[in-house]
Every structure is written in C-alpha cells, then in structure tokens.
C-alpha cells in the first residue's frame, strides 16, 4: 500500500531526505482529477506488488508547494526519486507506462541487492 503524505515534513523524510539507496514512486495527484482517480487502483496494486520501491502519493492540493517544486505540470504525473534526486518521470493516464516505470525500478532495486 502507498504512503499518503500529507506535510511537508513528510515530504522531506521520506523523498528528500531518504538516503537508503531505494527508489521512491510519487504519485502527484488531485481530488478533482477524474484521470487521477482511474489511475489510483493501478497504483495501489502495483505498490502492493513491489518488494523493493516505494510508494507514496501527494495530493497536489493539499501540499502544493512540494508540487511546483517538483515540477509538476500535469496530472496525474509520477516520478522515481532516489537519494533525494528525481530520476525519471512522465505525467498522463497510462496504465502500461506506469506499470513499465514500476517494474523497472522494482527489478533494478532487487538485482543490485543480489
């Protein structure tokens, strides 16, 4: 299951400041977001899938500041973060884009702990 943050002291714990070398997922989404709420199951499932990445989801609203900071410039958008640094990211509703970003991070994370 992700991990809703709800502060900016969240925010910084567990993305910026997380230093445990492993990928961290961010969901940036909105109530109001009809796109944001058909691709949430398909976030959720592939957090509950994952072994080795991290799912979190921020509510754009809620926490805009981390948003503008992340550049955030459409919804939903969705983002690897590790060791406090975007890796990738890609914004829009695809469900295989986003189940393809899951798995690569997922297999990158357990190969290097072999």
């Not at 299951?1 to 909105?30: C, N, P, Q």
């Not at 977001?33 to 509510?59: N, Y």
Request: aromatic share 8%.
């Amino acid at each position: 299951m992700a991990l809703t943050l709800h502060t900016i002291s969240e925010w910084e714990e567990h993305v910026l400041k997380r230093s445990d070398g492993r990928y961290i997922l961010v969901s940036f989404s909105a109530s109001w977001c009809g796109a944001c709420k058909r691709m949430h199951p398909v976030f959720e499932d592939l957090a509950g899938r994952s072994k080795a990445v991290v799912f979190v989801a921020v509510d754009v609203v809620e926490l805009e500041p981390v948003a503008g900071a992340s550049h955030v410039a459409a919804l939903p958008a969705f983002q690897i973060w590790k060791d406090g640094e975007m890796v990738e990211k890609f914004e829009g509703s695809n469900e295989t884009k986003l189940s393809i970003l899951a798995d690569k991070y997922d297999g990158i994370s357990r190969a290097r702990n072999m």
